[in-house]
């Protein structure tokens, strides 16, 4: 059985038992979050797609850590000008893992 949800802005094909990097999530470590934006329920099949999403459709999983993406450094500058910005941006992400899925 697998689930494609919604979260952070983007769509993720998960599995019972993936782990995997999404948008930060409220929560501590080791609480479980309920994923309701779940956009397709697939068993073998039988497929439920939602528009947009699917009713009673829902994702159970458990937190189990947060941090910070790999530093990006961002880079301006005007040749022959003397304008010269340097920036460094950390993505914060919450890392999960699928319990269970409901339809």
């Known amino acids: 059985m697998f689930a494609v ?6 769509q993720y094909k998960v599995r019972e038992g ?6 930060k999530l409220e929560g501590e470590p080791g ?3 309920t994923l309701d934006r779940v956009l397709m329920i ?6 439920k ?12 999983a458990t937190i ?4 910070r993406g790999p530093k990006l450094r961002i880079l ?6 003397g304008y010269t ?8 992400f919450t890392e999960i893992e699928i319990t269970g899925i409901q339809s």
Do not use: F, M, Y
């Not at 189990?64 to 941090?67: K, L, N, Y």
């Open 5 to 10: 949800i919604e979260t952070g802005g983007k």
């Open 18 to 23: 993936d782990t995997l990097r999404v948008e």
């Open 31 to 33: 609480s479980d979050v």
């Open 42 to 47: 697939g068993d073998g099949e039988d497929v």
């Open 49 to 60: 797609v939602g528009r947009p999403t699917v009713d009673k459709g829902a994702v159970k």
């Open 64 to 67: 189990r850590e947060h941090g």
């Open 76 to 81: 301006k500058k005007k040749r022959r000008k």
């Open 85 to 92: 910005r340097r920036q460094g941006h950390r993505q914060p």
